[in-house]
């Protein structure tokens, strides 16, 4: 039976990997040796004591995977390796998304000369972590317009600004227990634009307290945050920013990262219910000889290849828009999300029925498949926000207030 299994076709049943470069698909199995060493053997067991491995990052830093660009990586590499690492642990895809593809990228984008000088190789190298703090208590999709944090200027006897003192608080914030730099959004005073600061993590007045009870992602610290009185310097605001529609590619570039999660989520969940269904006896045969867990198996492959073959297009859009062209509009990754959410819930309730009782124990892989698959759904815009910026582009008429 083993020997069988080693002729069964891969998860990426299309082979849209073989559009990587000959590069690039090296690289990308240093990273599943990586995972299947480092990671595969202790995920389940961090998920479940909900501890972050903080261990592993200096080998992570090694595979040299930050800004994949600058390492002369495409775009479609870089959905790979969130999803593959997704495949094995979605809290490690998040913690790497919330660090490489927010904070990160922010330095590089909107950070000064001075900022990414005295920070992004650090960064890039994970010998400093970072956050992106952007979520309040109240706020979370509309948090642009609602935002209640505030950050007021203290000028110096020449006029200019010298300092920032920041008061308010926020919530659901990724590493942000731990993390030695968050990227703070907070409503200037004066203007009512919201300004983006570089924080210290451990200044005066910065009090993280890390969010128990969750029922997914709990390998990923997210931190509730309170500022009181805060002071940042001036040489720490993003002096890039001027409002926060400056960071749309930004946002829009997390947001095609957390689709290509949902990607990953269905591929683990097809791992696991294909194994488990080749294996597990019942009734004397082995349940993949019943033609409903064939049935539900093939569903789980159509929704995730039909979500993979979405997020190549969407990657082709952004090689080429580094090449001159249009790129990926918002609308169409809006779309992305919403549909390979929807549709990576399906398939890992599907994985679930597939392992019966035994799929409700990390045990077996697929409990934590299932519910991190929530959290997926609802972060970098809900299933139901990105349905309405689609419908707004395709309708001419916005339903949200």
């Not at 000959?22 to 995972?35: I, N, W």
């Not at 202790?42 to 992570?60: Q, R, T």
């Not at 809006?334 to 599907?350: D, G, I, S, W």
């Not at 299932?370 to 309708?395: P, V």
């Amino acid at each position: 039976m083993a020997g069988d299994r080693e002729e069964l076709p891969q998860a990426d049943f299309y082979d849209f990997e073989a559009l990587l470069s000959d590069s690039e698909r090296g690289k990308l199995a240093q990273l599943r040796e990586f995972l299947a060493a480092e990671v595969a053997p202790f995920a389940a067991d961090w998920w479940n004591v909900a501890e972050f491995p903080a261990h592993i990052l200096p080998a992570l830093a090694r595979l040299e995977l930050s800004s994949p660009a600058l390492h002369g990586y495409s775009h479609l590499f870089a959905g790979f390796v969130v999803a593959e690492m997704t495949r094995v642990d979605t809290s490690l895809a998040t913690f790497f998304l919330v660090h490489h593809d927010l904070f990160v990228q922010s330095l590089q984008e909107f950070g000064s000369e001075e900022q990414k000088s005295r920070l992004l190789a650090d960064a890039m190298a994970l010998r400093i972590t970072g956050a992106f703090a952007l979520t309040e208590p109240d706020h979370g999709s509309d948090v642009a317009g609602g935002m209640t944090t505030t950050a007021t200027r203290i000028r110096g006897t020449d006029g200019c600004a010298e300092s920032w003192v920041v008061n308010g608080s926020k919530r659901w914030i990724g590493n942000g227990t731990f993390c030695d730099y968050m990227l703070l959004w907070a409503k200037d005073t004066d203007t009512g634009q919201v300004r983006g600061f570089i924080l210290d993590a451990h200044l005066p007045g910065v009090t993280r307290t890390k969010i128990e009870h969750k029922i997914a992602l709990r390998t990923v610290q997210n931190a509730h945050i309170v500022l009181e009185n805060v002071t940042i310097s001036e040489a720490d605001r993003f002096a890039g920013i001027d409002a926060f529609a400056d960071t749309n590619q930004l946002l829009l570039g997390s947001r095609v990262m957390v689709a290509w999660q949902a990607v990953g989520q269905q591929l683990a969940a097809f791992d696991v219910a294909r194994a488990y269904a080749v294996e597990r006896q019942q009734f004397g045969r082995p349940l993949a000889r019943f033609q409903l867990v064939q049935q539900q198996l093939v569903q789980m492959l159509g929704n995730a290849t039909a979500s993979l073959a979405m997020m190549v297009r969407i990657a082709g859009l952004r090689d080429a828009a580094d090449a001159g062209g249009t790129g990926a509009r918002m609308e169409q990754v809006a779309l992305a999300k919403a549909f390979t959410t929807a549709r990576m819930r399906e398939t890992v309730a599907m994985g679930r029925a597939v392992l019966g009782g035994n799929g409700i124990v990390t045990d077996y892989g697929m409990a934590k498949i299932f519910a991190d698959a929530e959290a997926i759904y609802t972060y970098e815009g809900s299933h139901e926000i990105n349905t309405l910026i689609t419908g707004r582009a395709i309708t001419g008429v916005s339903a949200i207030v």
